[in-house]
């Protein structure tokens, strides 16, 4: 039995909890919200963003985040990535040398650029920080529906050692050394989600949607593999997994998003609506960003910006990208081959 406590009481943090305290873990689950929390001790369940999904006896809920923090062998950070920096800064101090931190959430940062792994190693100096992620919409490892997802970590031990404590009968979890294919996969993917929410919105199809799928994957699978992440994760749990998943989910946020900006709300009418997270805007930018320094054309990815933050129509946003240039989908020196 492992002793954890996950930073987060939101609906991934609660429904992992669920599933660790299925497998005989000792957990916590903190956060400094305390309406969320004493809700949580309350009902024992999360009304609003888990509904329905019942919590056991021995799962413990608390406020005191700073004193769930030592004596734990796994924190796991389950914040919405634009707060996991202002977290760590917060509670570095507090985190022991060598900690493991398995990390769940799914972002870069506009401004550095980083993975949420980078942002904690670089608040957490000594922490040993592995990622968690792939096709796993809280709502339905809350219910215990088969779920598949990987664990990438530095070294093989650590991921065992956290592939064991997660791994049940109905979450099955792959390792992998791949951290920066891994979370750059989790968090491209909602800017991806954010397109095919928008293709719904205006009424289009299946086929739009595959399109979207596919050439997103390709645009995802070019710039990761140009910052030195292997090509095959774009093709397992955390890239083209994770990318149907949430193009295709009612539960995903990021494409209900996307097709409330194709119905005709703004970016900011659609994060209100959503009323949770929707971390495709910022992973926008940085992926913008990125594909900009590494030199990689990346067009969907270019045409979520100007729909989010230059109000351009999503419907011309669309024709444009239709009606680019003539391409090869293989690279063109094939043919000499
Ligand atoms: N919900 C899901 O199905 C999945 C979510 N994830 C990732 O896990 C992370 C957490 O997701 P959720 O639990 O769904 O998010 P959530 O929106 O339910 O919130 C998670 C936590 O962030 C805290 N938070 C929200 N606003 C805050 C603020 N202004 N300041 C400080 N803390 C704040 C909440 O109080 C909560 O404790 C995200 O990065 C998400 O991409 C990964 C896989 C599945
Ligand atoms: O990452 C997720 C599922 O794997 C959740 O996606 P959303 O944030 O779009 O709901």
């Given at each position: ?22 497998n ?17 001790k ?52 507090d ?11 799914k972002?870069v ?9 980078q ?13 968690l ?32 404590v ?12 791949d ?76 494409r ?17 609506e ?5 971390e ?12 900009k ?45």
């Open positions: 039995m492992a002793k954890i406590s996950i930073i987060g009481a939101g609906s991934w943090g609660t429904a992992l909890g669920l599933l660790l305290c299925n005989g873990h000792d957990v916590t689950i903190c956060s400094e919200n305390e309406k969320e929390i004493e809700s949580l309350e009902h024992r369940e999360h009304l609003t963003k888990l509904p329905g999904v019942k919590l056991p006896d021995e799962m413990k809920f608390t406020c005191d985040v700073r004193g769930s923090l030592s004596g734990q062998d796994i924190l796991v950070m389950a914040k919405a990535s634009p707060y996991v920096r202002t977290t760590c800064k917060k509670y570095a101090a985190i022991p040398d060598g900690q493991l931190i398995v990390n769940v959430a972002g940062e506009a401004d550095t650029l980083m993975t949420m792994s942002i904690i190693e670089e608040e957490v100096p000594g922490a040993n920080v592995v990622v992620s792939g096709p796993s919409h809280a709502e339905e490892v809350g219910r215990g529906l088969p779920t598949t997802i990987v664990v990438g970590a530095h070294d093989r031990e650590s991921a065992l050692y956290v592939q064991n997660f791994m049940s009968p109905v979450f099955r979890v792959y390792t992998s050394p951290i920066t294919g891994i979370e750059l996969g989790g968090a491209l993917k909602n800017v991806i989600a954010l397109a095919a929410g928008t293709a719904d919105g205006l009424g289009y199809g299946d086929n739009t949607k595959a399109a979207l799928i596919t050439r997103g994957i390709a645009e995802i699978a070019r710039l990761g593999t140009a910052m030195g992440a292997h090509a095959e994760t774009f093709y397992g749990l955390s890239g083209i997994g994770d990318l149907i998943v949430t193009c295709a989910s009612v539960h995903s946020r990021n209900k998003a996307g097709y409330l900006i194709g119905q005709g709300r703004t970016m900011q009418q659609a994060m209100d959503v009323q949770m997270i929707v495709g805007v910022y992973s926008a930018k940085a992926g913008l960003t990125l594909s320094k590494f030199g990689i054309e990346t067009p969907i990815i270019q045409a979520v910006n100007q729909v989010l933050f230059e109000n351009k129509n999503p419907k011309q946003a669309v024709d444009e990208l239709m009606q680019r240039m003539k391409k090869d989908e293989l690279a063109p020196d094939l043919w000499e081959r």
